[in-house]
């Protein structure tokens, strides 16, 4: 199974589901104390998981991080998501250097993932409830009585054609270097 595939990265993923936010680190990047970026209108919900990446420049490590919102028009980066929800944490701020341009994050969540044609045929994915290639969301839990069910719910069916096969070696939803084609969703 692949994560944010039709082109097997994040750059294809349907962008409703994962905006995108470019900013200047020179101007809307307030560093030291507050460690703020200045995003007008941004639409990022609390606690969200972002992509962030460089520009010119330097700003902070490419990588995964998770938003404080502050207001309608500022975030700040925390390292997990228990961070960036406890009120006026300071542990885990994301460190900022307020400089560069053509800096980005964008949304990022953890439950959306494609299926292309090859992982709609693995019997163990189709036993899950991912019967057909396209866009799904997929989390799992555990009921009272002990037993673990699969939350899948299909968001955009893709045609046959229109699906690409993940890369082998591609980091999807192991997380580890592997063919995610043959992967049966288990996360």
Not at 104 to 118: A, C, G, H, L, R
């Amino acid at each position: 199974m692949a994560l944010w595939a039709l082109t097997d990265n994040l750059a294809g993923a349907p962008k409703w589901l994962t905006p995108s936010y470019t900013f200047d680190g020179t101007t809307d990047v307030t560093a030291g104390t507050t460690d703020s970026i200045t995003i007008v209108n941004h639409s990022i919900p609390q606690g969200e998981r972002v992509t962030s990446t460089n520009g010119t420049g330097t700003f902070v490590a490419n990588g995964l991080y998770f938003v404080r919102v502050i207001d309608n028009d500022t975030v700040v980066l925390y390292d997990t998501k228990a961070h960036a929800d406890a009120l006026g944490a300071t542990t885990g701020k994301v460190d900022l250097t307020a400089a560069g341009t053509g800096h980005s994050v964008q949304v990022t969540p953890e439950d959306v993932f494609f299926i292309d044609n090859t992982e709609a045929q693995v019997e163990g994915n189709r036993d899950i409830g991912f019967s057909v290639p396209g866009w799904y969301t997929y989390s799992t839990r555990t009921t009272a009585g002990g037993d673990t069910r699969h939350d899948v719910e299909l968001l955009c069916a893709v045609s046959v054609d229109g699906s690409v096969a993940g890369t082998v070696g591609d980091d999807g939803l192991t997380g580890a270097t592997a063919d995610e084609d043959a992967t049966v969703a288990d996360a």
